[in-house]
């Protein structure tokens, strides 16, 4: 069975850093391009950051320059580093990968077929 999850978040004042982890396991996702996503209470979900398999990557407009996504193909892990965090940046932050077969990077959540849980970001002002 498939599992993705996530950790390292948790509470912040703006202007800190966090970073997530996510751990695949179940399957190697070595060749998956992965991706995060957030969650704020009352909004739609949004697109943060996703990698391909060889580390090419791309952001969302509202974290570009702040975050780093990265991963570690050896351990089927991808990292989220957030950086100048802001009050608007909090929000549950979730993982997810798309099928071996899909190698084009995509900003579309319904473009990927495993998630993770989510873990909650919350920053302070």
């Known amino acids: 069975q498939v599992q993705l999850v996530e950790s390292g978040g948790g509470l912040v004042q703006a202007g800190g850093s966090l970073r997530l982890s996510c751990a695949a396991s179940?399957?190697?996702?070595?060749?998956?391009?992965m991706g995060w996503f957030r969650q704020a209470p009352g909004k739609e979900r949004e697109f943060v950051a996703a990698?391909?398999?060889?580390?090419?990557?791309t952001y969302a407009d509202s974290v570009k320059g702040r975050f780093t996504i990265s991963r570690d193909n050896a351990k089927s892990t991808i990292y989220l580093q957030m950086n100048s965090l802001k009050p608007e940046d909090t929000a549950v932050y979730s993982c997810?990968?798309?099928?071996?077969?899909?190698?084009?990077?995509?900003?579309?959540?319904?473009?990927?077929?495993?998630w993770g849980q989510g873990t909650q970001v919350t920053v302070s002002s």
């Open positions: 990698v391909t398999w060889s580390g090419g990557s």
């Open positions: 997810a990968a798309r099928d071996s077969m899909d190698w084009g990077i995509s900003r579309f959540g319904y473009d990927y077929k495993h």
């Open positions: 179940g399957r190697t996702f070595s060749r998956n391009v």
